[in-house]
T-cell receptor, first 113, second 110 residues
């Protein structure tokens, strides 16, 4: 099974709201990732968790707060977002081994009004 | 950081035609993946191919690591092949921090 699941599929939120995106994998992978993809652009890395520890934060604004409660789950907490944060948010996971193929979830399409 | 260039940026084919997509990268890589992004945004793994040649049905890929390029071949294209094809590379091991090319937008018409 090479499935990564993400909820919700779509999210509309106001600039004063707090919401969370969720990601889950049951492949025994030990690295999990958040990417942001704007329309007609490639995905861009936001955060990397390796063995449940934050390993990379690509200078993402603090209004995005990641959390890795356990090796299967990854959350992205959203607060005080701006309209320009509207995008497709993709979660991925990999084994965290020497040869490290990433598998992506279907994404959450976020609109900030 | 590493640079990834894909060509062509756009491609229009008639159903049944063959095509070759190219990915050039600027440094030695530990990881190279080809993805197909469907119209709903799902990134589908096509190949994990840091070197060598692989085939999967009508698709095949070749990476020549020493010359820093990879090719994706699509034969007998179908309308369901439409979408964006991304090449993504990484220098690291342990966990990968993929850098994506800008993609090739493929439209296959019936």
């Amino acid at each position: 099974d090479t499935e990564v699941t993400q909820t919700p599929k779509h999210l509309v939120m106001g600039m004063t709201n707090k919401k969370s995106l969720k990601c889950e994998q049951h492949m025994g992978h030990r690295a999990m990732y958040w990417y942001k993809q704007k329309a007609k652009k490639p995905p861009e890395l936001m955060f990397v968790y390796s063995y449940e520890k934050l390993s990379i934060n690509e200078s993402v604004p603090s209004r995005f707060s990641p959390e890795c409660p356990n090796s299967s789950l990854l959350n992205l907490h959203l607060h005080a977002l701006q309209p320009e944060d509207s995008a497709l948010y993709l979660c991925a996971s990999s084994q965290a081994g020497v040869f490290d193929e990433q598998y992506f979830g279907p994404g959450t399409r976020l609109t900030v009004t | 950081g590493i640079q990834v260039e894909q060509s062509p940026p756009d491609l229009i084919l008639q159903e049944g035609a063959n095509s070759t997509l190219r990915c050039n990268f600027s440094d030695s890589v530990n990881n190279l993946q080809w993805f197909h992004q469907n119209p709903w945004g799902q990134l589908i793994n096509l190949f994990y191919i840091p070197s060598g040649t692989k085939q999967n049905g009508r698709l095949s890929a070749t990476t020549v690591a020493t010359e820093r390029y990879s090719l994706l071949y699509i034969s007998s294209s179908q309308t369901t092949d439409s979408g964006v094809y991304f090449c993504a590379v990484d220098l690291n091991s342990g966990y990968s921090t993929l850098t994506f090319g800008k993609g090739t937008m493929l439209l296959v018409s019936p």
